[in-house]
C-alpha cells in the first residue's frame, strides 16, 4: 500500500485546511485509517482516527471541536478537515493505515505511513 498525503501548506491562524490521503496498491476500505502530526524536535503524535466505514472517529483533545476526520471508500481515500487553526498545529502530518478496522489511537497500530505533508501555522 502507498499513501499520498497531500493538502499542507503556509496558512494564518484561524484559517482552515483539507488534507487528503489517497491510497493506492490495494483497497483500504476494511482497514481503520488515522492522522499523525510530528512537529519540529518533538516526536510524533496522535491527531485523529476512523474505523473502516467511517461510523467511529477519535481525536486528540488538541483538535477536538476543530478537525474532523473522514474517508471516502470508493477513492480509497481518507481526508483530515482542520479548522480553526493554530501556531500549535505546525507540524509535518502523516496518514496511516491500521492492520485492523477500528480506529486506533497509538502509531504501534498502523502498519501503512505516507510520506506527510507540512503545514505552517503563522500567526
Known amino acids: 500500500v502507498q499513501l499520498q498525503a497531500s493538502g499542507g501548506g503556509l496558512i494564518k491562524a484561524g484559517g482552515s485546511l483539507r488534507l487528503s490521503c489517497a491510497a493506492s496498491?490495494?483497497?483500504?476500505?476494511?482497514?481503520?485509517m488515522g492522522w499523525f502530526r510530528q512537529a519540529p524536535g518533538k516526536e510524533r503524535d496522535f491527531v485523529a482516527a476512523?474505523?473502516?466505514?467511517?461510523?467511529?472517529?477519535y481525536y486528540a483533545d488538541s483538535v477536538k471541536g476543530r478537525f474532523t476526520i473522514s474517508r471516502d471508500n470508493a477513492k480509497n481515500t481518507v481526508y483530515l478537515q482542520m479548522n480553526s487553526l493554530k501556531p500549535e498545529d505546525t507540524a509535518v502530518y502523516f496518514c496511516?493505515?491500521?492492520?485492523?478496522?477500528?480506529?486506533?489511537?497509538?502509531?504501534?497500530?498502523?502498519?501503512?505511513w505516507g510520506q506527510g505533508t507540512l503545514v505552517t501555522v503563522s500567526s
Open positions: 496498491g490495494r483497497t483500504v476500505s476494511s482497514y481503520g
Open positions: 476512523i474505523n473502516w466505514s467511517g461510523s467511529s472517529t
Open positions: 496511516a493505515v491500521s492492520h485492523g478496522s477500528s480506529y486506533y489511537t497509538t502509531g504501534r497500530e498502523y502498519v501503512y
